[in-house]
């Protein structure tokens, strides 16, 4: 079964894809800041939740592996 027809798959793989964004842009911030807009202007976008919303990411990444780890 895809990540899109998963509730859980979609939000594990949309945690990963703001965790990472933020990471890349924390190592070359040039990379993303060039795309604001556009397609991969999704990807300078998740950078900035990742970045501005920190606390709250981590505390859904804790929990989305506790589910993961203990649920299934």
């Known amino acids: 079964m895809s990540a ?3 509730f859980q798959s979609l939000l594990t793989v949309i ?3 703001i965790c990472t964004c ?3 842009r924390s190592l070359a911030p040039k990379l993303l800041d060039n795309n604001q807009t556009g397609l991969l ?3 300078w976008k998740c950078a900035r939740i990742g970045e501005r ?3 709250y990411v ?3 990444c804790i929990a989305m ?3 993961i780890l ?3």
Do not use: D, E, W
């Open 15 to 17: 945690l990963l894809l």
């Open 65 to 67: 592996a506790f589910s």
């Open 4 to 6: 899109i027809f998963n």
């Open 22 to 24: 933020a990471y890349i």
């Open 58 to 60: 981590a505390i859904c």
């Open 53 to 55: 919303k920190s606390p």
């Open 41 to 43: 202007g999704i990807f």
């Open 70 to 72: 203990f649920v299934q």
